[in-house]
């Protein structure tokens, strides 16, 4: 098992690429900046990150036909019990540490988990669109967030949930091989990133939005792909940050 886990951890989980993933969620679903609300949502970084890997594990674990002969240890025969094992285990220690943090989460985070698996059943039949089951998670989370700490968010959730989805949905369509015959609707994603505060956006925002916009045009026409997909995440991170901050 431990072998199994190694295994894993060096093929398909880098730590550092999903604490930056963990800063880049907690960033997103903080509604104001100040010492207070800080301190509240960077105490949860532990748990979000063993969530974080935990669902790592199950989106391969679901996707083992799909990945057969590529070469990765959760295809193999004998990995999949103790992946499941380092799923629950990684789940249940991420409830430990939302208790512990002083929030009594664990409910919050049984329902969370069940939100996160409808998506499977819903788009697994659709072999085109499957991917976006392993995105929803990403809203989920930061609305979970969002609602941890705030009462009555309005607006900010909704835009927040549906413009953070929109831009995983383009990131995966570039980052991704296996969708280059999809890739053409992220045409149609990415301006919905900015779309979605249409009603909150002042002149900032906007001449903010065409711009960088215009700067995802231009790496697009020089064919930098490898860049694209992150500068779509920071995209959707500034133009959050320039609606509801300034």
């Not at 089951?133 to 705030?150: C, E, M, R, S, W």
């Not at 009555?152 to 091989?177: K, R, T, Y």
């Not at 890739?183 to 960088?212: H, K, Q, S």
């Amino acid at each position: 098992m431990i072998n199994t886990k190694g295994t894993y951890l060096r093929q398909r989980f880098s730590g550092w690429v999903y604490g930056v993933l963990t800063l880049y969620l907690i960033l997103f679903s903080i509604p104001e900046f100040y010492t207070e609300m800080i301190s509240r949502y960077f105490s949860l970084f532990p748990a979000l990150f063993l969530l974080l890997l935990s669902f790592r594990v199950i989106d391969d674990l679901l996707s083992i036909k799909k990945d057969k002969g590529r070469g990765r240890i959760y295809t193999e025969t004998g990995a999949k019990f103790p992946l499941i094992v380092f799923a629950c285990s990684s789940f249940l220690l991420a409830a430990f540490l939302f208790h512990f943090t002083g929030l009594s989460n664990f409910v919050f985070l049984i329902l969370f988990a069940g939100v996160c698996m409808i998506p499977y059943l819903l788009f697994y039949p659709f072999k085109k669109w499957r991917f976006l089951a392993a995105l929803v998670k990403y809203p989920a989370f930061v609305g979970g967030l969002i609602l941890l700490f705030q009462e009555s968010a309005g607006n900010f959730l909704i835009a927040s949930m549906v413009s953070i989805f929109f831009a995983f949905i383009s990131f995966e369509l570039l980052e991704d091989q296996l969708l280059e015959k999809q890739r053409p609707w992220i045409l149609f994603f990415i301006p919905l990133i900015t779309g979605v505060y249409i009603f909150d956006m002042g002149i900032i925002g906007w001449v903010a939005g065409v711009l960088m916009g215009a700067v995802i045009a231009f790496l697009f026409w020089k064919k930098n792909i490898k860049m694209a997909p992150y500068l779509i995440l920071l995209y959707a991170l500034c133009i959050k940050f320039l609606v509801y901050e300034f």
